[in-house]
């Protein structure tokens, strides 16, 4: 029995429909809540045994650290049942101009001194190759024609040296250098399912969705299972998947595309073995420019991930999937490739009456930045932080959701538009069209302007809890040669405050490179030994 009909009817019963790492990850959270709270509410996951997921997000953001040790699941365990592998950063090649040396960093460190002093200014002043400005040999001699990316952060000298972001020493979660990770989909759905069910007292239920009841107010009152079961609830977290059982099925959601923005449309995925078992294993994702779009390459324990992601509009699947076994090689050749079509956008609302959407049943776009799990996990946050007490509370929390949300969606899809803006490619359709103004949000239009004279800044992005900040920005920017007319002086007591961070970054650099360990090597001591728990 549920309290739908009853306005002010407390939550007690949360059913979750859908399983895979976004029905999971939800149900572990709440759960993970209800015990530290000593709440008796109860959760429920309802999944298909037909229903494959779809199970290609293999890339996190450092956020689910944290994630994982809200659930209370250790990093030894994570890293041994998801074959997981530590990620660094993002190295994105032929985005810029396409040429043998194109090729930039996204770290996941910030910049030296971000918060206290911007070095962007500086290193533009210390000219750029083929830059006509003054060399500012002022603030640090000797680094001409280093990037952004390496002038300010170490991080990617560790990635480029194939070196994991901590030691074998370090405790679970911590490390010398922020680091998120790559992992199974797969194997990692099946870790939270059975921590869910085993450790924090989620009932599991297997069964097809076959009928949706609603009470008199609208709300969802239960789902009917095929073999006749009723799930009866006060609060229901769309988790389905493309389909979007309730958000889509029952409330009619309208779905917002923003293909005229962001092009892609198609995947092919492919697992690729390694050829031996002391191969190097990537500390960060690649992302390989391609004629109508980008090859994936993520490296885990066992193998690598790798996709190409393009837009239909541009390339046929045959065409896109020949480069993709180009770029893999001859072992590459008869291996089988998995094949997903989509729409990028989103719901207008994700909230609607007592059904919130989360996954790829509230949007989907393409994984240039690994956005989706860092998605589930920001909406997990917000709705575990507000999570409405009453039905009576509800609707005003529900209306916040979607305004936060709505903003994350659009700076989402405005972030991953600037890495088609900025280029200098113009060799096919596809990067023409990308780089025309008429397919470019008024609101990037408008920064890229205003970061042509100055540095993206905290002031550029009002919103309090931005998903990309300026740093993330700069390192785009820099990294994609983007023309700006702005400089440091270094004969200043700032440009002093600067030499001083840059100075301490090279130091860190030194003492890391020579003390952090190969990435396979740390994983194969994990797997081995452990870390040390917290």
């Known amino acids: 029995m549920s309290n739908a009909d009853h306005p002010q009817g407390a939550i007690e019963t949360i059913v979750v429909v859908g399983g895979g790492s976004a029905g999971w990850l939800t149900a572990c959270r709440l759960a993970a809540r209800s ?6 509410l109860k959760v429920l996951l309802v999944e298909s045994a037909n229903v494959p997921s779809v199970g290609v997000g293999e890339g996190t953001w450092p956020t689910m650290r944290n994630t994982l040790r809200k659930i209370g699941i250790g ?14 950063g993002a190295r994105f090649v032929g985005w ?11 770290p996941l460190n910030p910049p030296a001194g971000a918060g206290e002093v911007d070095l962007s200014p500086y290193w533009l002043g210390l000219g750029l190759p083929g830059d006509d400005a003054t060399q500012g040999a002022g603030v640090q001699s000797g680094v001409e024609g280093r990037s952004f990316a390496d002038w300010v952060d170490y991080q990617s000298a560790l990635c480029d ?3 994991a972001p901590k030691t074998i020493t370090a405790p679970e979660y911590g490390g010398h250098a922020n680091y998120a990770y790559h992992l199974d989909a797969g ?10 069910v085993g450790s924090l007292g989620v009932e599991h239920v297997i069964g097809d969705v076959v009928r949706v009841n609603r ?3 609208g709300d969802i009152r239960d789902v009917e299972l095929g073999d006749g079961r ?8 769309d988790c389905s998947g493309f389909s979007a059982l309730l958000i889509g099925g029952v409330y009619d959601v309208p779905f917002r595309s923003c293909r005229d923005i962001l092009f892609a449309d198609r995947a092919l995925a492919m697992q690729v073995p390694y050829r031996g078992e002391d191969d190097p294993i990537a500390c960060h994702t690649i992302s390989t420019a391609q004629d109508a779009g980008w090859i994936w390459d993520i490296g885990l324990w066992t193998r690598r991930g790798v996709g190409h992601v393009y837009s239909s509009s541009y390339t046929s699947d045959d065409e896109a999937e020949a480069a993709l076994r180009r770029y893999v090689g001859p072992a590459g050749n008869a291996l089988p490739v998995r094949k997903i079509a989509f729409e990028p956008g989103h719901r207008e609302r994700f909230w609607q009456n007592n059904c919130v959407a989360i996954g790829l049943s509230a949007g989907f776009l393409e994984p240039l930045e690994a956005s989706a799990l860092m998605l589930i996990e920001t909406s997990l946050d917000t709705l575990v932080d507000r999570l409405p007490q009453t039905r009576g509370a509800m609707d005003s929390i529900a209306r916040q959701f979607n305004e936060t949300f709505s903003h994350h969606w659009q700076r989402i899809i405005e972030f991953l538009k600037l890495h088609y803006v900025v280029t200098q490619r113009r060799d096919t359709a596809f990067w023409r069209d990308n780089a025309a103004a008429a397919s470019v949000p008024e609101g990037l239009r408008e920064r890229l302007e205003l970061w042509k004279h100055h540095s993206p800044a905290p002031q550029d992005f009002a919103h309090a809890r931005e998903v990309f900040s300026w740093p993330s920005y700069q390192y785009v920017l820099h990294g994609m040669r983007f023309g700006s007319s702005y400089r440091g002086e270094p ?4 440009g002093a405050t600067v030499a001083a961070f840059v100075a301490r970054n090279e130091r860190v650099r030194a003492e890391l490179v020579s003390k952090l360990p190969k990435h396979r090597d740390l994983l194969r001591a994990v797997r081995e030994h452990g870390l040390q728990r917290v």
């Open 215 to 217: 009470a008199d107010n």
């Open 187 to 196: 194997k990692f759905a099946t870790l939270l399912r059975d921590h869910a």
């Open 230 to 237: 009723s799930l009866a609830g006060d609060l229901f977290v």
């Open 35 to 40: 015990v530290s709270r000593g709440s008796k």
């Open 161 to 163: 040296a194939g070196l």
């Open 96 to 106: 810029t101009d396409g040429t043998a040396e194109d090729a930039y960093y996204h």
């Open 491 to 494: 004969a200043t007591a700032e």
């Open 75 to 88: 990093e030894t365990t994570f890293i041994r049942s998801c074959d997981a592998a530590l990620k660094q």
